[in-house]
């Protein structure tokens, strides 16, 4: 089973510019939530898309939004980049079974605005 | 304003030692207390936790919950330098509010 891909894996951007990252989940994962870390604030959570719906969100300004689309993979824009948003994006999927949860990380985006 | 703290912030141990991790919130509308391992990539899930008093294992790792006392500790026997990580903490809160991140504990297992 192919695990969670994101991509870019890398990108450099320049401020003011706006971002689109990508993220496939897992076949048959139909949840998907991005994170944003960095060294100052750790891992923060972003939002959660489940079946095109947003579900979850975290506190980040409306410059951070993102979509899901039929096939699961989701999509997160950052607009109007500032420093600050220099960071390793990470996206995971996630199935409830019930009785169980299991939720799988992708290798992660790493941006940097200069 | 909602927390998540962890300690020890940093723990150094010997291979074979048992160590215990603590993670404790202040949540408003608790859903679930995750626990992560994060390596120098990105993080691995270990254990989703909802119910006190069930403790989950996984091989050497298990972890137990109490939501009267609002901590959660994570149990790693027989360490292995395999284990060295940074542990993370995180809660989730109920439908259309957000998961909030411990600091994470820092373990190194020297042999």
């Known amino acids: 089973k192919a695990g969670v891909t994101q991509t870019p894996r890398y990108l450099i951007k320049t401020r003011g510019q706006q971002v689109t990252l990508s993220c496939s989940p897992i076949s048959g994962h139909r949840s998907v939530s991005w994170y944003q870390q960095t060294p100052g604030q750790g891992l923060q959570f972003l939002f959660e898309?489940?079946?095109?719906?947003?579900?979850n969100k975290g506190n980040f300004p409306g410059r951070f939004s993102g979509r899901q689309f039929s096939n699961s993979r989701s999509e997160m824009n950052v607009s109007t980049l500032e420093l600050g948003d220099s960071a390793l994006y990470l996206c995971?999927?996630?199935?409830?079974?019930?009785?169980?949860?299991?939720?799988?990380f992708g290798p992660g985006t790493r941006l940097t605005v200069t | 304003e909602d927390k998540v703290v962890q300690s020890p912030l940093s723990l150094v141990v010997h291979e074979g030692d048992t160590v215990t991790l603590n993670c404790s919130y202040e949540v408003t509308n608790f859903r679930s207390l995750l626990w992560y391992k994060q390596e120098k990539k990105a993080p691995t899930f270990l254990f989703m936790l909802?119910?006190?008093?069930i403790e989950k294992k996984s091989g050497r790792l298990s972890s137990i919950l109490d939501k009267k006392e609002l901590f959660s500790i994570l149990n790693i026997t027989a360490t292995q330098t395999g284990d060295s990580a940074v542990y993370l903490c995180a809660v989730e809160k109920t439908s259309y509010d957000k998961v909030i991140f411990g600091p994470g504990t820092s373990l190194s297992v020297i042999p």
């Open positions: 909802t119910s006190s008093g």
């Open positions: 995971a999927s996630s199935v409830d079974l019930g009785r169980s949860y299991e939720q799988y």
């Open positions: 898309y489940f079946s095109e719906t947003q579900r």
